[in-house]
């Protein structure tokens, strides 16, 4: 195995079995991008997108480690569980992390090349007239960090272990993506 994959199948091993440990969420473990295509990971074999590749999510932490032992499959957790991911384009997601709302009450927020995605508590709905915001809610599977995707790995804007943990609050990150949006569309309209 080349040393970059050695290297990015233990960073996704140790962030899983971090999760599992620390926080308790349930996992699965995901396709792999190998940099032109999702693969199963162990096999060469193609998947058709980011997908889990077993059925049962679990917080076992032998059968975490066992899995992310084998490859460095992606990070992959249900949402509606232990929390639902609300995901915003980046430029928004980046504006709403220094507003008011959200420096009051931060929440986990990953970033993927083209978006950040705010872990909440779950349950609550989303504001319908939200920009480019989607709720990630039961039903789906949401990658964590160091999973790698088309253009690049997920990393932590705002790490759960700054947290303890805990999803953020799901109407303070709808507050600082609205006050962003704002901003945003004023700053979009204005002349240069």
Not at 49 to 60: C, G, M, V
Not at 77 to 105: H, K, N, W, Y
């Amino acid at each position: 195995m080349p040393e970059h994959e050695s290297a990015q199948k233990r960073r996704a091993h140790d962030a899983a079995c971090d999760y599992a440990h620390l926080a308790g969420w349930r996992l699965v473990p995901g396709a792999t991008w190998d940099g032109a295509r999702y693969t199963r990971g162990h096999a060469a074999l193609p998947a058709t997108e980011l997908e889990p590749l077993f059925s049962k999510p679990t917080n076992n932490f032998r059968r975490v480690n066992a899995w992310w032992n084998v490859a460095p499959y992606a990070v992959l957790a249900p949402t509606g569980e232990q929390f639902d991911v609300i995901s915003a384009p980046l430029v928004l997601g980046v504006a709403a992390t220094r507003t008011g709302p959200l420096l009051r009450s931060i929440a986990p927020v990953s970033l993927s090349p083209e978006r950040m995605r705010f872990l909440v508590t779950p349950g609550v709905p989303l504001h319908p007239e939200l920009p480019g915001v989607e709720l990630i809610s039961t039903g789906s599977f949401t990658p964590l960090p160091p999973t790698r995707v088309p253009g690049g790995a997920l990393t932590w804007w705002i790490s759960p272990k700054w947290t303890d943990w805990r999803p953020g609050d799901p109407l303070a990150v709808q507050a600082a993506l609205w006050e962003a949006a704002q901003s945003w569309g004023a700053l979009q309209c204005s002349p240069s």
